[in-house]
């Protein structure tokens, strides 16, 4: 009988032992905890993730920055207000609303944040460190995943994982905190030769895909820890993941849903990183 990895309870147990840390801080450093975050444009998923990573912060007792900038923002601009924020002391973390407007050099931008407050996890410096297994600033969707297996227990030594997906935000990063805690890591994308055997061949198979319903039940091996990165519409327009759910469940020991379940733990570790890096920041 399968497990549901319940991320939204998870979620909300680690935001109120963050809300504990956050307020210890404040009170320590008679100060609080800020996070700038900078949207581009109105693009309305982005909307609405830079709204709910406001509530994230109302709630863990960080202050937010918010920077609402017309879709026409030159990038001068943006990058001015990058090194604003990069030299504010009120400000631990900047997070950049991505995808910028097309007109917007992103990477040339998002060189400005030192990576001190790289809470994304995406700089160069932390990513190179993760690679090296030292201490870093771990990219949030990846990091919950790994509190999400944590949770439940999963013993990742010497288990075969497979990460489908080789983005630079989910697939690397996953398949790199697969690797430090000792799973044997096989990375696929979409030049994969028999992608069905590698998936069977899973005892940890992560999705991050973004094509709805992607992993079907022939692609499962029993038994299998089955995570579902992915965030899509269905044909009736309903939310899915990469893994069809249904069909999957029975063959898994432990499987994620979605909704429910990687998506509430990435903001929770964006709020996650940003104490971290006010803490780093006081040493
Ligand atoms: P991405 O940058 O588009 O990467 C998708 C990856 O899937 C690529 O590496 C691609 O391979 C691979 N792929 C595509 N079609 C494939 C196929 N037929 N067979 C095997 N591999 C295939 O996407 P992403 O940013 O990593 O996001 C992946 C999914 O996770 C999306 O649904 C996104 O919305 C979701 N997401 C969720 C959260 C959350 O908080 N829950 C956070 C971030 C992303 P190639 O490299 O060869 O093109």
């Not at 697939?171 to 000792?182: F, R, S, V």
């Not at 992560?206 to 022939?218: C, E, N, P």
């Not at 820890?225 to 029975?250: H, I, Q």
Request: charged residues 25%; glycine residues 8%.
């Amino acid at each position: 009988m399968y497990k549901i990895i319940d991320g939204k309870e998870l979620a909300a147990k680690m935001r109120i032992d963050l809300k504990k840390d956050v307020e210890a801080f404040s009170q320590k450093h008679g100060r609080h905890i800020g996070l700038a975050v900078v949207l581009a444009g109105d693009n309305p998923a982005s909307q609405i993730y830079v709204k709910n990573k406001i509530k994230a912060c109302e709630e863990v007792g960080i202050k937010s920055f918010a920077y609402y900038l017309s879709g026409d923002v030159s990038q001068e601009e943006l990058e001015n207000l990058l090194r604003t924020l990069a030299e504010d002391k009120k400000i631990n973390g900047i997070l950049v609303q991505l995808p910028l407007p097309e007109h917007l050099d992103s990477e040339k931008a998002l060189k400005i944040i030192p990576d001190s407050k790289d809470v994304d996890g995406f700089s160069a410096d932390n990513i190179g460190k993760l690679c090296q297994g030292k201490d870093s600033i771990v990219a949030c969707t990846p990091n919950g995943v790994m509190k999400m297996l944590e949770s439940c227990n999963v013993d990742l030594r010497g288990k075969k994982a497979v990460v489908v997906g080789r983005s630079n935000i989910v697939g690397k990063p996953m398949a790199m905190l697969l690797l430090n805690a000792d799973a044997t890591v096989t990375i696929c994308h979409s030049k994969t030769r028999n992608l069905k055997e590698e998936c069977l061949g899973a005892d940890v198979l992560v999705a991050a895909i973004g094509r709805a319903k992607f992993i079907t039940a022939d692609m499962v091996k029993q038994g299998a820890v089955v995570v579902d990165v992915g965030m899509n519409r269905d044909e009736s327009g309903k939310l899915c993941g990469d893994v069809d759910f249904e069909a999957v469940k029975e063959k898994c020991s432990y499987i994620t849903p979605v909704p429910g379940g990687v998506g509430p733990m990435t903001i929770t570790m964006l709020m996650y990183n940003t104490y971290l890096s006010a803490t780093r920041s006081e040493i």
